[in-house]
């Protein structure tokens, strides 16, 4: 539909002035919400997840809202714990997080409708949530195993876990034909390609390239990114076949944590 939603800076170190919409095209920006960060658009594109402080404790929990701005409600309230990283389900009915907490990180999952949530880690253990599966059967994960990190795979209700892809990643999605998986390297910059059936990964997009990247979202044959430009920032569009970058539209300063609808 050519929409945008990103978090727009603030002047004030570590703190975002709020949740904006806009055309791919740049035009009709507007904002939907103040102090929140890092949206993702539901599969339908009708509603935007978002992480936000709670007035009451200064932690930050997931919300959920309409693509509007109207009907704010929140999903989860962890006391003394960061939940962040919102990432839907195809269906759109679940939203799976990370709980960070006492130096561990947990993968849980609530329910939008219900707002009934199940935690899917067990024990003190170092587990973030990544992307689902195109079909909603698998959960994609970070778990530092041991001395390394590893990409592991669950069900939805936390059951059958499996490694995958070695490595840690800040995993994006699953490729279309749902083998390979599409994520950031935390060591090794660039947007690496990775096949589930541990054939040997591609670059998709180097790390020189990425240098002047602030966020990237897959798109089919290539990505969309927020970039730094002299007038600030602008989104583009990024071919994997042509290695070539093209500005869409000049974004307002500060932009960062794209979602694509």
């Known amino acids: 539909e050519g929409r945008i939603v990103f978090s727009r800076g ?69 006391a003394g714990a960061e939940d962040d990283y919102p990432a839907w389900s195809p269906d759109g009915k679940q939203i799976a997080f990370s709980v960070f907490q006492d130096g561990c990180c947990a993968v849980n999952v609530v329910d939008v409708e219900t707002h009934t949530r199940r935690c899917l880690s067990s024990g003190k253990r170092h587990e973030i949530a990544g992307c689902w599966s195109r079909d909603g059967t698998w959960l994609y994960y970070n778990f530092h195993c041991g001395s390394e990190w590893q990409i592991w795979k669950m069900s939805p209700e936390g059951e059958d876990k499996q490694a995958v892809v070695s490595g840690r990643y800040t995993l994006l999605e699953e490729t279309p034909q749902r083998a390979s998986l599409v994520g950031l390297h935390y060591d090794e910059p660039g947007l690496w390609l990775l096949p589930l059936d541990g054939s040997p990964r591609e670059c998709l997009v180097d790390a020189a390239r990425l240098v002047g990247w602030v966020c990237v979202c897959p798109a089919d044959g290539g990505a969309h990114f927020i970039g730094r430009i002299p007038q600030g920032r602008c989104l583009g569009f990024y071919d994997f076949s042509s290695g070539h970058a093209d500005t869409l539209a000049i974004l307002p300063a500060g932009a960062s944590c794209l979602s694509m609808a």
């Open 10 to 78: 603030s002047d004030v170190p570590g703190e975002f002035s709020g949740i904006c919409v806009m055309r791919a095209d740049g035009e009709n920006e507007k904002e939907l919400i103040f102090g929140g960060y890092g949206p993702a658009w539901s599969p339908d594109g009708t509603q935007i997840a978002f992480r936000r402080y709670t007035d009451d404790d200064n932690w930050n929990n997931i919300f959920v809202m309409y693509a509007d701005g109207s009907k704010v409600r929140q999903l989860t309230e962890s």
